[in-house]
């Protein structure tokens, strides 16, 4: 006897989550829709470090040591490693408001701000939070439908609320806040370290080689070599400086967000509260604190009334484990067929016919 299984098709929260994300590997990876900056940055990088090992390193391991190659082989996959953990990684995005807590919080500002009358615009809807004795307001996000946690933004590229807002990096191909900022921080400072010292080593290269064959001789014998020169040139200013500019930001416990709207360097002179006026307590504090988990469970299970689907029935569910067996009447034959066992005296007598209705009434 065959048994039929019921397979109910599963449906992921990232499947139904709102926002402009796009998600690969069963909701294991996240990033923006905007990706191809992202793909262009991977592409400098590996086509540059391939070229460098390809040709450079042999000859300079040869010539100089060979740790040369070693060492440039431990910053490529410390940036890489950095870059992708950066890249397909939750940001901190705020899960949105359901119906009911929606509902619930426009009670609240209702019952807070009360009637409004018609024409005159409604107060801002801002809630004051108390940090290290100063106030802090948390303002209200009209499409995630929620009081934003300090420090919090919305991201118009996302179109989610990420906590610890920094800003949305196209190079990484996603938002950078609260628990993806030590890696894009690492990923900037490695890669200026790996421009530096592709860069120093090709001029190094460059140098050994016009020794032996002269210097126009050796720019047209390695074409690749320029290339690599040109393009760790040009990059090594942006990349250089965005590190050193984070830096300042990390010394200070302040994002990139806050410095540009001027939150605590602005006409007020307002301290910033979550600073702990050491350089060295902010620096573990970003980069060294503890990481907090996605509050997005995005490979979490939908119930089936949420994913659009209906739960089987007690009987549908028990019909369809059951073995379907043909009708009996179908393999006997003709002189097989089961006879009637039963005696005259067993049956019911039949009932007699009722008269017509129009002899009933001749009788009455």
């Given at each position: 006897?065959?048994?039929?299984?019921?397979?109910?098709?599963?449906?992921?929260?990232?499947?139904?989550?709102?926002?402009?994300?796009?998600?690969?590997?069963?909701?294991?990876?996240?990033?923006?829709?905007?990706?191809?900056?992202?793909?262009?940055?991977?592409?400098?990088?590996l086509g540059t470090c391939t070229l460098f090992f390809a040709f450079e390193c042999r000859y300079l391991a040869v010539q100089l040591s060979p740790a040369i190659p070693v060492f440039a082989?431990?910053?490529?996959?410390?940036?890489m490693a950095t870059l992708l953990r950066t890249s397909f990684s939750d940001p901190g995005v705020i899960p949105r408001a359901l119906p009911d807590?929606?509902?619930?919080?426009?009670?609240?500002?209702?019952?807070?701000?009360?009637a409004v009358p018609q024409g005159q615009r409604p107060p801002p809807r801002i809630k004051n939070f108390q940090i290290n004795n100063q106030i802090v307001k948390l303002k209200y996000c009209y499409t995630c439908k929620i009081f934003r946690p300090p420090r919090a933004s919305h991201c118009s590229i996302c179109d989610?609320?990420?906590e610890r807002f920094d800003h949305h990096c196209p190079w990484v191909g996603n938002c950078v806040g609260k628990r993806n900022y030590r890696y894009f921080y690492l990923f900037i400072l490695s890669l200026s370290l790996l421009t530096i010292y592709v860069f120093a080593f090709n001029i190094v290269y460059v140098a050994l080689k016009s020794l032996k064959i002269g210097f126009l001789e050796t720019l047209k014998e390695t074409p690749g070599t320029v290339l690599e020169v040109l393009i760790c040139f040009f990059t090594l200013w942006s990349v250089v400086g965005l590190t050193g500019f984070h830096t300042f930001l990390v010394a200070l416990n302040q994002t990139t967000n806050e410095d540009i709207k001027g939150s605590w360097t602005g006409k007020n002179r307002v301290q910033n509260p979550y600073s702990h006026g050491n350089i060295v307590k902010n620096c573990c504090e970003v980069l060294c604190g503890p990481l907090p988990p996605s509050v997005l469970d995005r490979r979490g299970i939908l119930p089936l009334e949420e994913s659009g689907s209906r739960p089987p029935s007690t009987q549908e569910t028990s019909s369809s484990l059951l073995p379907q067996s043909p009708a009996p009447t179908?393999?006997?034959?003709?002189?097989?067929?089961?006879?009637?066992?039963?005696?005259?005296?067993?049956?019911?007598?039949?009932?007699?016919?009722?008269?017509p209705q129009e002899v009933a009434e001749a009788d009455k």
């Open positions: 006897m065959s048994v039929m299984v019921v397979r109910k098709k599963v449906t992921r929260k990232w499947e139904k989550l709102p926002g402009r994300n796009t998600f690969c590997c069963d909701g294991r990876v996240m990033m923006a829709r905007q990706k191809g900056i992202f793909y262009l940055t991977l592409f400098l990088i082989a431990m910053l490529f996959l410390f940036s807590e929606a509902a619930f919080i426009e009670m609240e500002i209702e019952a807070t701000n009360g989610n609320c990420v179908e393999h006997l034959r003709s002189n097989e067929m089961p006879k009637d066992t039963s005696t005259p005296a067993e049956m019911p007598p039949p009932e007699p016919p009722e008269p």
